[in-house]
């Protein structure tokens, strides 16, 4: 008697792990199932093709950019088809804007903006200083490629802000914070204190630090200062809000 009972035990048992087993197939089923739907809805988005960035205005791209970083703040991204942008890529680029900004990590600037392959020229350092061959890389960008808007992006946090605020010295570090020192320096209307722990203050170098990079921009390169004069460019600074992912312009 014991023994049956222990038999009828052990077939529930498996009984039971059995349909377990089919439960959980079926929920990836449904699962794979979905993903095949979502698959299904991403879309060819628009590449821009030489034609297409001639016919947008520096205002109108900027437009594009604002929006953007509103469908990202609101979670509202596009699903792309890659592989389309990868195949349309490979026969030229005409993004609308280049992008000057800081190395930190937790700032996507793609995703930033909404974009996708072939939209924007990102630069990239620590601090999002100017020196040769970034202007040589924006020069490229707007006078040879198209582009028609450059934006100084800096953020709230930065590292290398702190670190230039700190007086920190470490190898080629060094040299590269002595460009954001100016920025630390100007603010001798600033009452409260200026450390790196009171945040009000890195706030101020880094919007200043933007502000410098924009004027570097226009004084080290006649190339990108004719073109802004001419109306074929516009050069703007913003910040990057860590907390909300919102994009602040300003000039």
């Known amino acids: 008697m014991k023994k049956a009972f222990i038999l009828v035990l052990s077939l529930l048992y498996l009984y039971c792990c059995l349909n377990s087993c089919k439960n959980k197939s079926t929920t990836i089923e449904n699962n794979e199932r979905q993903t095949v739907i979502k698959n299904e809805e991403i ?3 628009e590449f821009l093709t030489a034609e297409k960035q001639s016919e947008l205005t520096p205002q109108k791209i900027l437009e594009v950019l604002k929006a953007g970083n509103k469908d990202y703040t609101e979670d509202n991204l596009t699903v792309r088809n890659t ?4 195949r349309e890529a490979s026969l030229g680029q005409y993004p609308g804007a280049v992008v000057l900004s800081c190395l930190d990590s937790r700032v996507p600037v793609e995703d930033v903006f ?3 392959i072939g939209d924007l020229f990102v630069a990239r350092v620590a601090g999002n200083i100017v020196n040769e061959d970034i202007l040589g890389s924006l020069e490229y960008a707007c006078k040879v490629s ?6 100084v992006l800096g953020h709230e946090h930065c590292g290398a802000i ?3 605020i700190d007086n920190v010295e470490l190898g080629n570090i060094t040299a590269l914070l002595s460009k954001i020192k100016p920025s630390v320096n100007s603010l001798n209307d600033f009452k409260e204190e200026k450390t790196s722990k009171n945040q009000q203050f890195v ?3 880094c919007h200043q630090n933007v502000k410098k ?3 570097d921009i226009r004084t080290l390169s006649p190339i990108l200062k004719e073109m802004e004069q001419k109306g ?3 050069i703007v600074g913003a910040e990057y809000h860590m907390e909300t992912g919102k994009v602040d312009f300003f000039q």
């Open 43 to 45: 879309i060819n988005s």
């Open 114 to 116: 909404h974009c996708g």
């Open 146 to 151: 198209g582009a028609k808007a450059i934006v």
């Open 83 to 86: 592989s389309f942008r990868i």
């Open 162 to 164: 702190k670190s230039a």
């Open 203 to 205: 706030e101020a170098v």
């Open 232 to 234: 074929e460019i516009v």
């Open 213 to 215: 990079a924009i004027e």
